[in-house]
């Protein structure tokens, strides 16, 4: 089994920044990925951004302002937030796949208002 800890959410003004952090802990053999996703309220699930190896790939909306990294070490994922907007605001979810078994974090809340 593998757990997730998230952490780094919160309330940020609009063109601000936030770090997410998400650490993999438990019986980690090999993991095959790490990510973000997303959902606002009434809307569906959404990859933010994924990164396998040291190939990573974004959604479109949030392309040029967020950057995943990972530190494989500490077994850790990172999501570095830049030009927050509005329309980031939602709960965040780490994603690991780890052993080709598919784990979720508990979520974070991020909102981005003034």
């Known amino acids: 089994q593998v757990q997730l800890v998230e952490s780094g959410g919160g309330l940020v003004q609009p063109g601000g920044s936030l770090r997410l952090s998400c650490a993999a802990s438990g019986s980690i053999f090999s993991i095959n990925a790490m990510g973000w996703y997303r959902q606002a309220p009434g809307k569906e699930r959404e990859l933010v951004a994924r990164i396998i190896s040291s190939s990573s790939t974004y959604a479109d909306s949030v392309k040029g302002r967020f950057t995943i990294s990972r530190d494989n070490a500490k077994n850790t994922v990172y999501l570095q937030m830049n030009s927050l907007k509005p329309e980031d605001t939602a709960v965040y979810y780490c994603?690991?796949?780890?052993?080709?078994?598919?784990?979720w974090g508990q979520g974070t809340q991020v909102t981005v208002s003034s």
């Open positions: 994603n690991v796949v780890a052993s080709y078994r598919t784990y």
